[in-house]
């Protein structure tokens, strides 16, 4: 369905700006981190990415969700690859960065979000060839931290930031290849019973 990830953005801003005006002090209880979930506090993998620090932080995930959301419209990115992009590579990474930095909170949406621009950059390039698309929606996270490091200096958190953020637009784009062979595979083995 062609609305699907549309509805999938509502809900993901919905969601996000429900727990921020609610709940405003809860990011020490819902944020990821390493430490706390190999502790035991396993929900937190699923509250994260709902889960931002203040409204500064959740208006920068939602401009970017509303942009990344119409481009998966104009490529027509399905609903369920746009799910499973934000929420996959929101799993993935955190799981995957919590034994090199156990102690570091993670929050937000953006890890799913450049998940998605990964994924799009791949399928987008029907329209506009891979050496300029994946340029072209890396650079709002090159500007967003250099503009960081410009104004505070380099720090462990910015450079941890920026390798999240990177994981997933990788993730993305790793998640598109393996959906294009498992459906190649899929239309050999049906192929095969035929």
Not at 105 to 110: E, K, R, T, V, Y
Not at 167 to 188: D, N
């Amino acid at each position: 369905m062609k609305t699907l990830p549309l509805i999938a953005a509502l809900v993901i801003a919905g969601l996000s700006i429900g727990i921020l005006f609610f709940f405003p002090e809860t990011v020490s209880i819902l944020a990821f981190s390493g430490q706390t979930f190999y502790r035991g506090e396993i929900y937190r993998l699923f509250t994260f990415p709902f889960t931002h620090v203040d409204s500064g932080h959740l208006t920068e995930n939602l401009l970017a969700l509303a942009m990344t959301t119409f481009l998966a419209y104009e490529v027509g990115l399905r609903g369920g690859y746009f799910i499973f992009c934000f929420l996959g590579a929101s799993f993935l990474i955190a799981l995957s960065e919590s034994p090199f930095f156990p102690t570091l909170l993670i929050a937000g949406a953006s890890v799913g979000i450049v998940s998605i621009l990964g994924f799009i950059s791949i399928k987008g390039s029907n329209f506009i060839p891979k050496f300029l698309l994946i340029p072209i929606l890396l650079l709002p996270l090159i500007i967003k931290y250099g503009l960081t490091v410009w104004e505070r200096g380099f720090s462990f958190v910015s450079g941890a930031e920026f390798i999240f953020h990177f994981s997933g637009f990788v993730a993305g784009i790793v998640f598109f290849y393996s959906f294009k062979l498992l459906r190649k595979e899929k239309r050999i083995l049906q192929g095969v019973k035929a």
